[in-house]
């Protein structure tokens, strides 16, 4: 039994299919602060298995040490978290509640009911402003937010924690922007109110619910002067979390932990592509035409950022099979027949 936190949010209930899929028991813990629980009938619907579900707040120890024993976990999925960078410059304490002190009282929660294999939702934003491309997992980090910073305090946590304690195996994945859909287009990205991030924006174009994008900024130094991202398929990323499981099982039976730490990966493709691909490729996985205005910069943007996504391969054996084409295709195919999400 695998206890998957935040597990009806974006990248937790895709990964949900892919554990049901792979024979894996799973118990969902989330506050649905960001999410539907529909979402997680939808999970049982593509699978035809079901789940577990604990209604709770990872801020609630006693809740946590519940759901552990009455679920049995043996490993535990971390997604719970708040997730918008903007919302956390206006509200710090807020993004330090929930995402470090909501960590802190899940590790100890799995300390007391010996619990020790952990997968952690980090973030490439921990690195900052590169100044070296493509990102390895030896960057500096140096993240310009809030949120980022909610990140690397969780994860020195966690490398504190791993090395005051060995029989803990942590594995951190520092995702890149995950985009797209499960195939089936019963799941995908449910962004409440204005989408925040490219691909849910450029999904609300097409379907006809914002008239244009935004393109912010096209005099950056990239081939177009439009900011370029590794974007990764939610599928690829949701198997990142399968091979991390399969990986930290691998160490505990050979009886020594051979990444001498957490095991910290890249979950990227390695490719990046500009806003205007992005939008050239949605263009024609929906036949739509989607308008654009260029705008000034977003501030805080950053012109080029991808990963060297090699250790996750190493370590993992682990790399994205899924292109640009299959994630604006099934980006798509969830936001034409769902046009309002969970709630269409
Ligand atoms: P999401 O908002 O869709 O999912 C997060 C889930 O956690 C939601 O279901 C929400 O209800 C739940 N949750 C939040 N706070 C909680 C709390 N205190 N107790 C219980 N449940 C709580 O986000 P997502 O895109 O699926 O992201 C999942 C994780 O991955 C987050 O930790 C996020 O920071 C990280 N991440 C996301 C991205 C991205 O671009 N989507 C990139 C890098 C890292
Ligand atoms: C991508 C590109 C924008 C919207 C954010 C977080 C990061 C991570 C993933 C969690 C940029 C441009 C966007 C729009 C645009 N999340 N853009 N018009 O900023 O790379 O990363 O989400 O960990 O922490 O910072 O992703 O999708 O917002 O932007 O032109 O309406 O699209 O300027 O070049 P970003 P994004």
Redesign the pocket.
């Known amino acids: 039994m695998i206890l998957v936190t935040g597990g009806a949010g974006y990248i937790g209930s895709h990964t949900c299919v892919e554990l049901l899929n792979a024979g894996f028991n799973v118990t969902v813990f989330d506050n649905f602060c960001n999410s539907n629980p529909e979402a997680l009938a939808r999970v049982e619907q593509i699978t035809g298995k079901k789940l577990e579900l604990i209604q709770g707040d990872c801020r609630d120890r006693a809740a946590l040490v519940a759901a552990l024993k009455q679920s049995q976990a043996i490993a535990v999925i971390h997604f719970a978290g708040l ?1 918008a ?1 903007g919302e956390s410059v206006e509200q710090p304490l807020w993004y330090y509640d929930n995402n470090v002190v909501g960590t802190l009282r899940l590790l100890e929660a799995m300390q007391e009911c010996s619990v020790k294999t952990l997968v952690f939702s980090s ?1 490439a ?1 921990v690195y900052g402003d590169p100044v070296q491309l493509p990102l390895t997992e030896n960057h500096p980090l140096s993240p310009t937010s809030p ?2 910073r909610s990140k690397l305090m969780i994860e020195e946590i966690l490398r504190d924690l791993q090395h005051s304690d060995h029989s803990f195996r942590i594995s951190i994945l520092r ?1 890149f ?1 995950p985009v797209g859909a499960h195939p089936s287009g019963l799941i995908g990205e449910d962004p409440q109110g204005v989408p ?3 691909m849910p ?1 450029v999904a609300q174009v097409a379907v006809g619910r914002r008239e244009a ?5 096209n005099d950056y130094p990239t081939p177009d002067g ?2 370029v ?1 590794d974007y990764i398929h939610v599928v690829d990323l949701a198997l990142g979390h399968l091979k991390a499981l399969e990986a930290l099982k691998a160490s505990q039976d050979a009886q020594a932990n051979k990444y001498a730490g957490c095991l910290t990966v890249n979950l990227g493709t390695g490719r990046g592509y500009s ?1 205007l691909d992005v939008v050239h490729a949605y263009e024609q996985a929906s036949k739509r035409s989607i308008p654009c205005q260029i705008a000034p910069r ?1 501030s805080g ?1 950053i012109a080029c ?1 991808y990963a060297d996504p090699g250790r996750a391969f190493e370590l993992m054996g682990w790399q994205a099979k899924l292109g640009l084409e299959e994630m604006c295709a099934s980006s798509w195919h969830w936001q034409s027949t769902n046009p309002k999400g969970y709630q269409s």
């Open positions: 997730k960078v973030s934003t949120y980022g995702y922007n925040n991030n490219l924006f994008l935004n393109v912010w900024g439009t900011g991202r806003v977003r943007d950022f």
